[in-house]
């Protein structure tokens, strides 16, 4: 499973793809800079939370991690769960290395 993340991690890499999730997860705010799921559900004042290519990290709280994590934090599922989400998000269905 671990495998299979970094896989997921390593497919959505390009801003369009990461800004279309990050929509459909609900998520709000302005450029690459969001309200995070984590420390502002709510909003607030300024949004807090940055994506940057691969990964996100939040200015407030200090979450920080990939966008498999970003999913997992915005859904407030586990990883299984977090995947299955991708899945259905993207229509692609990607299998682990065996080696
Ligand atoms: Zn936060």
């Given at each position: 499973m671990t495998d299979?993340?970094?896989?997921?991690?390593?497919?959505?890499?390009?801003?369009?793809t990461v800004s279309k999730i990050a929509s459909d997860l609900g998520m709000r705010g302005q450029g690459r800079h969001f309200y995070c799921p984590g420390?502002?559900?709510?909003?607030?004042?300024?949004?807090?939370?940055k994506i940057h290519d691969?990964?996100?990290?939040?200015f407030r709280c200090g979450m920080r991690g990939d966008i498999v994590g970003l999913v997992k934090l915005a859904n407030n599922c586990d990883l299984e769960e977090a995947i299955q989400w991708l899945e259905s998000e993207t229509g692609e269905h990607l299998e682990p290395d065996n080696d």
């Amino acid at each position: 499973m671990t495998d299979l993340r970094h896989r997921w991690d390593q497919r959505i890499t390009d801003w369009p793809t990461v800004s279309k999730i990050a929509s459909d997860l609900g998520m709000r705010g302005q450029g690459r800079h969001f309200y995070c799921p984590g420390c502002q559900p709510a909003g607030g004042s300024s949004p807090e939370l940055k994506i940057h290519d691969g990964g996100f990290e939040c200015f407030r709280c200090g979450m920080r991690g990939d966008i498999v994590g970003l999913v997992k934090l915005a859904n407030n599922c586990d990883l299984e769960e977090a995947i299955q989400w991708l899945e259905s998000e993207t229509g692609e269905h990607l299998e682990p290395d065996n080696d």
